[in-house]
């Protein structure tokens, strides 16, 4: 069992910058990849970005060079720091992880960038 909290979000204006944080439970957090969705209102969910295991990295286009994921195993934490937020980066990130048996959601946190 794995329980996914996100924290970190908020209201920003256009240009700045947050840290979004998940924190996991479980005792193979650090064998698993992790992944960041969001949703935008009226919009499907959408992958952002993932870290494996090992810490390699990969981004959707519409956030690469201003996202980054990061991991601390030892914290059972993944991060995504956000920069250069734009208006269209409102949406709730929720954090992902998968078993491979199961897959595990947060409840999300909402980013709201402001023009």
């Known amino acids: 069992q794995v329980n996914l909290v996100e924290s970190g979000g908020g209201l920003v204006q256009a240009g700045g910058s947050l840290r979004l944080s998940c924190a996991a439970s479980?005792?193979?957090?650090?064998?698993?990849?992790m992944d960041w969705y969001r949703q935008a209102p009226g919009k499907q969910r959408e992958w952002v970005t993932s870290i494996t295991s090992g810490g390699t990295t990969i981004y959707a286009d519409s956030v690469k060079g201003r996202f980054t994921v990061s991991r601390d195993n030892a914290k059972n934490t993944v991060y995504l720091q956000m920069n250069s937020l734009k208006p269209e980066d409102t949406a709730v990130y929720y954090c992902y992880t998968s078993s491979g048996l199961r897959n595990y959601w947060g409840r999300g946190t909402q980013v709201t960038v402001s023009s």
């Open positions: 479980g005792s193979i957090f650090a064998s698993y990849a």
